[in-house]
């Protein structure tokens, strides 16, 4: 019933940036924590920011001051800016609510060079 929707990945060599997005059916984004997480191949998916409904952040230390988590309410998306990449950041990178309430979607690759 609800969609998630990830679009933003890509190829970057390191040190650059991508901004992922995240669409959401319904109102969930306005109701719930929102979460960024992603997993590596043969590792555990992990979150790596979430933003509560009153708009406090939280990152993992791996990502702090180098990635940001924003809300686009009224157009039901998340965003997530990601600076200063390392080849360590490359993943597939998924949206959801924090507790996890809804089905996967496809996430977005993102791989970042040396």
């Known amino acids: 019933q609800v969609q998630l929707v990830e679009s933003g990945g890509g190829l970057v060599q390191a040190g650059g940036s991508l901004r992922l997005s995240c669409a959401a059916s319904?109102?969930?984004?306005?109701?719930?924590?929102i979460a960024w997480y992603r997993q590596a191949p043969g590792k555990q998916r992990e979150l790596v920011a979430d933003?509560?409904?009153?708009?406090?952040?939280h990152y993992a230390d791996s990502v702090k001051g180098r990635f940001t988590i924003s809300r686009g309410d009224a157009k039901n998306t998340v965003y997530l800016q990601m600076n200063s990449l390392k080849p360590e950041d490359t993943a597939v990178y998924y949206c959801?609510?924090?507790?996890?309430?809804?089905?996967w979607g496809q996430g977005t690759q993102v791989t970042v060079s040396s």
């Open positions: 933003i509560s409904t009153g708009g406090s952040t």
């Open positions: 959801n609510t924090n507790p996890v309430l809804y089905h």
């Open positions: 319904g109102s969930i984004f306005r109701l719930n924590a």
